[in-house]
């Protein structure tokens, strides 16, 4: 089941690296690293890679379970691999009397991959861009599956229902806020926990704020279970908001939540 969830982002990682070898130009940089052990063209098609599989996944709501995870990090590896033969099937050289001669007429693929492993540090090389392409690709799909709340009952990813911010002009109110929610969160009530959120984006916003809290719901389209996120970003001397790793929430509903039509958020509405 997993394998056949997998299956188009798993075509997708192995095309999308035989496709990358087999353009000239680029299939030059694809095993570009520094020092022989910072895999940067492994990293950036891993990162590619994660990314274009989650999206896969999420438009054919298939959900990022483990296995399916490992089937795609496999698949990232195979399709860095695959470059190797992309090149190997395009690459030319300039032959004698001017002719151009294609690698694949005058070797095989295990004498053109030799030279990848003439010592231990090239072969080391080759082990860290796989490793590197694997590890990017299973970050980028497990960010993906983290921002995007699954509904298990519907077999679908949830949809952003709506999302607000709410200012604050003191970092002891941040705090005591922070504290209310998670109380809340303690408690489990979802219609009592969104009202309260949706009492503060009503009680309008201080003339100048040195914490913003934004405030992000989705919700299954079949059975309105509800995921909130939430994170409370802070202000530094420079005027630049950051978000703080420490105050961060989710709320998750059971399924069914009904929502009082008065109670809706006013929308995309935000400062
Ligand atoms: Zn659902």
């Not at 969830?5 to 520094?34: T, Y």
């Not at 190797?84 to 690459?91: F, K, P």
């Not at 993906?144 to 604050?168: H, I, M, Q, W």
């Amino acid at each position: 089941m997993a394998f056949i969830s997998a299956l188009p982002a798993m075509l997708i990682s192995v095309g999308l690296g035989f496709v990358l070898g087999c353009i000239p130009f680029v299939q030059n940089w694809l095993h570009w690293n520094f020092w022989f052990v910072i895999p940067i063209s492994g990293l950036v098609y891993g990162l590619i890679v994660g990314y274009s599989s989650f999206k896969l996944l999420h438009i054919l709501n298939c959900r990022a379970s483990g296995a399916v995870i490992l089937i795609l990090v496999i698949s990232a590896a195979a399709g860095f691999a695959a470059i190797d033969l992309g090149r190997y099937l395009t690459y030319v050289v300039d032959g004698r009397n001017g002719q151009v001669v294609r690698i694949a007429a005058v070797m095989s693929f295990f004498e053109f991959l030799g030279p990848q492993f003439k010592n231990f540090w090239h072969s080391l090389s080759y082990v860290v861009d796989l490793l590197g392409a694997m590890a990017a690709a299973f970050g980028a799909i497990l960010v993906g599956a983290d921002d995007n709340p699954y509904c298990a009952r519907c077999n679908r990813y949830k949809s952003k229902e709506t999302e607000f911010e709410v200012l604050l002009d003191g970092e002891e109110i941040a705090n005591k806020l922070f504290a209310e929610i998670t109380v809340l969160i303690e408690d489990g009530d979802y219609p009592a926990f969104r009202d309260f959120c949706v009492a503060l984006q009503e009680q309008g916003n201080p003339a100048a704020g040195v914490v913003k809290v934004t405030f992000d719901e989705r919700k299954c389209a079949a059975c309105e279970a509800r995921t909130m996120f939430g994170v409370f970003e802070f202000v530094d001397d420079e005027g630049d908001w950051s978000e703080n790793s420490d105050f961060k929430f989710t709320m998750t509903s059971d399924a069914n939540v009904r929502i009082s039509p008065d109670m809706q958020p006013r929308g995309d509405e935000s400062i």
